[in-house]
Structure formats: structure tokens, C-alpha cells
């Protein structure tokens, strides 16, 4: 849950999570002969198998699903107490530092943790709305179209302008006060707050015309309104995202509304894949994110 300003709602991200992928010409870079380690804590999962390193996606069953590197010099026994077990499927969760090789796909494991980094990266989004607070604060000044139907039939008609380049909700909650611990009845009070579209700030962007969309999208919607300028569409968007489906090591590719731009994850990447993609696309079009560092 989140309680304060700029938490909210990406509108229309996508998140295409694949396999290996193999192209001729992408570019896949190699770790160094030293070191490289788990940022955070990773799944270690166990289904039979043998141990693998679960970078990407893990699903939320029981047992977890998720699958990676196969690791080398792994044994549970080391590690009692800090795995779970289920319908002969073992994990845990471990911050691991060794030796990738990509050509094997294994992970010869040096060391092992089952507490978290000290510096753990930050994952949390920044929702906040990028337009100037309006003259007595960002406020619902005309009612009429404020319903739930209201700001889905906008988000619709968002997608339709030219140039739309993505939407998101950004939750004002200021004038809500903060649930009471052990209050039940203010704590579903404040999660009710948190999806009513008299609390909500749309943003959309766009590459065009903010003004005129700004007044398309009043036609449809009277609440709190931010229109902002991108500088790629989704369309634009969409078209690198599906050449960067195929990049070896890729455990996923999406777009982040917020950046207007791509997130890219690969096992391994020591700065050369986010060269070349800088090159070919621009800076800051594509951000790749390694799943293990140097």
C-alpha cells in the first residue's frame, strides 16, 4: 500500500518476460574473470533438477516457479534452516556472489549469503505528477465527471490522441487523513481514498499538442489533469521493444511510462550491451538492467 504522495498506477506498461532469446546480430556481453554477485536477495530454487539461480520472474505459487543458471558447488546441506520445502521442491532466498558463464549457462557459486546486501537498489517508482501545482493547489474544481467510468473513458481516449506516448494515476491523498494503527474501519476508509477518482491526478503525455490534448481529454473528464510533453510515442516505443525480444541473456523488456523509455534485463551485462543500445538508439531510450554486477 502506499500512503503518501506520488505513489500510483502505470496505464498500458508492458512486460514481455522471455526465454534465451538468440539473434545473430545482438550484441551479449561476457562477465570479467573476477567476481560478479546478486544485487539483492535472489530466489535459489530446486525442483528436481539440480539448484538454479532464479534471476528473472518468479511465480507466486506453492511451490515457486522459476527457473536460470544452473548452479555449481551448491549444496542444501550447507544451508539448513534458510530454505523452505514443498511437493519435493526446495528454495530460499540468498545474496550470491561467483563465477557466470553464459556459453553454459551455470554459476559457479563462491559465496553465499542468506542476509541482504547493505546496498540493495531501490526499486520503487516515482509517481509523482511532472506539471506545475495549479494556481489554491492541485484540487477537483467541476464534479461533473468524476466517477470511476469518467477516468476510465479518459485513460480510453488518452490512447487515441496522436502522439500518446503513455498514462499513469498519481494518488493525492493530502487531504485524507493517515489511517490509525489498529483502526480498522480508518485503515478501509483510507484504501477506498486510494482508488476514488476525487483523489487522483491523471497524467498522460504526449508527443504533439498538449494543449489541444488537454481540452480533448476535459470533454470527457472534470477531475485533476496533468497533460506533459514525451519525447518517443508507445508506438515508438513498441517498435524497439519488439527488436530487443531476441537479445541473448534477456530475462524481460518493458516500457516504463514514467522515463518514457525501455527497461531491459539481461543475466549479465558489464556495460557493453548499454553502449551499443545507447548508439543505436540514443541515450537513455533503452535502460539495461543486469541482474548481476561486477
Not at 497533460?227 to 527488436?243: F, G, K, Q, T, Y
Request: hydrophobic residues 40%.
Amino acid at each position: 500500500m502506499c500512503a503518501s504522495l506520488g505513489c500510483g498506477v502505470v496505464l498500458g506498461s508492458v512486460l514481455l518476460l522471455s526465454g534465451c532469446g538468440v539473434v545473430d546480430d545482438a550484441p551479449a556481453a561476457e562477465p570479467p574473470d573476477g567476481l560478479v554477485r546478486t544485487p539483492s536477495l535472489a530466489t535459489v530454487l530446486d525442483d528436481g533438477d539440480g539448484p538454479e539461480l532464479c534471476l528473472g520472474a518468479v511465480a507466486e505459487s506453492y511451490p515457486p516457479q522459476c527457473g536460470g543458471p544452473a548452479l555449481v558447488g551448491w549444496d542444501w546441506a550447507d544451508h539448513e534452516g534458510t530454505f523452505e520445502e514443498a511437493s519435493g521442491v526446495r528454495w530460499g532466498a540468498y545474496a550470491l556472489e561467483g563465477r557466470y558463464d553464459s556459453d553454459a549457462n551455470t554459476f559457479e557459486v563462491e559465496s553465499v549469503s542468506d542476509e541482504p546486501p547493505a546496498t540493495s537498489p531501490s526499486t520503487e517508482m516515482d509517481f509523482s505528477t511532472p506539471c506545475e501545482e495549479p494556481d489554491g493547489g492541485w484540487r477537483v474544481r467541476d464534479t461533473s465527471a468524476v466517477a470511476m467510468a469518467d477516468r476510465e473513458a479518459a485513460f480510453a481516449l488518452a490512447e487515441s490522441l496522436e502522439g500518446y506516448a503513455g498514462a499513469w494515476v498519481d494518488q493525492h491523498l493530502h487531504e485524507i487523513p493517515s489511517p490509525t494503527p489498529g483502526d480498522d474501519d480508518s485503515q478501509i476508509a483510507y484504501e477506498e481514498a486510494m482508488n476514488d477518482p476525487l483523489y487522483t491526478i491523471i497524467n498522460v503525455q504526449v508527443t504533439g499538442d498538449i494543449a489541444a490534448a488537454e481540452e480533448k481529454l476535459s470533454e470527457v473528464w472534470s477531475g485533476m489533469l496533468c497533460v506533459s510533453h514525451a519525447e518517443r510515442s508507445e508506438a515508438e516505443l513498441l517498435d524497439i521493444l519488439n527488436e530487443l525480444m531476441s537479445i541473448p541473456n534477456s530475462l524481460g523488456v518493458g516500457t516504463d511510462v514514467i522515463d518514457n523509455a525501455l527497461d531491459l534485463s539481461v543475466i549479465y551485462d558489464d556495460g557493453t550491451l548499454q553502449r551499443e543500445l545507447d548508439e543505436k538508439y540514443g541515450k537513455g531510450v533503452v535502460e539495461v538492467d543486469s541482474a548481476l554486477v561486477g
